[in-house]
């Protein structure tokens, strides 16, 4: 396959550079199918040029197989809308990526009102069970309630637009750590950088699944935990690195007005995950994976 351009990353690990577009726009019920796949071969001779190596195009129940167009692995994947009768602030999505087949889905689910929260709970538990990715995608002003939320739990990744700590708090409280994402909605701007084996679906699938990634706008970011008490940040030059854990959630530990190549963070006693994110002088970010933590303190 042509446009492959692993490359090594500053802790000297390769990395695949992925895209995962969610276009909820791109409606096989609005736009004529010769119409939808123009724009997907547009779409993935533009991440090609940019470097991408592979990229998911989730349309709303268009599932897209895994194959390769305009020399660029295409991931299999598909976007699930629910409550698109509803009022804005009361919809959701959520993208399947990397299955091995189609979920049972079917396009009416996205007319559900009352019970779209248990059907998108199901969905959830077969795209892990066809050992594909989950990434939920919710308003930016959602109000849905905890309750509803609650059975969206199970998801891998949120996508980092629908991240906020009062969302985030309801994950943990139920005793889950999702990864945050970036979910282009159209031309490359961010990427997901995967520490894969190599180039197949199941290795990029399961690198996502353990954790082995980062996402971001261009930066580089490595984070690892060195010791029970400590972590290790590696970075490109970054002003500033965030800190979002247990312990520090809603607000975040800030290092910032400096030239940062790395950093340690100190784990607290109760804490149980941390995100770190960085940003450079040129606004770009790199927000790391969920660590969960291994904590030997002795009570």
Known sequence: ?????????????TKLKIGI???PTLDKAVYQEEKINQKISE????????G??????????????ECEIENIKILSSCLYTFGDTLPEDKRFSIVGMGMDMPPEAQADWRNLQRTSHVKAAELIRIINKYNGISILLLPKNTTLDEEQIEKLCDVDMIDISSMSDKIYSIFTKNGRYPSITVCNKGAP??????????????SI?????ARRFYSGTGPELSVNQVAA??????CTPAQKISFYSSSSAPEVEVLENNSYVEADYSVKENDEFLMVS?????????????????NWYEK
Request: aromatic share 12%; glycine share 4%; with cysteine.
């Open 21 to 23: 577009l969610a276009l």
């Open 189 to 202: 701007r961010a990427s997901v950088l995967v520490e894969s084996l190599d180039f197949s679906k199941t």
């Open 278 to 294: 960085i940003f450079d002088e040129k606004k770009n970010f790199a927000v790391s994976s969920t660590c969960k933590i291994a």
């Open 52 to 65: 991408y190596d592979a990229i998911s195009i989730a349309m709303p129940y268009n599932y897209l197989d």
């Open 205 to 209: 699938v399961r690198a996502i699944k």
């Open 229 to 234: 008490d400590k972590i290790k940040i590696n």
């Open 43 to 50: 779409i993935a001779a533009q991440y090609a040029i940019d």
């Open 1 to 13: 396959m042509g446009g492959l351009f692993m490359f090594v990353d500053i802790m000297g690990k």
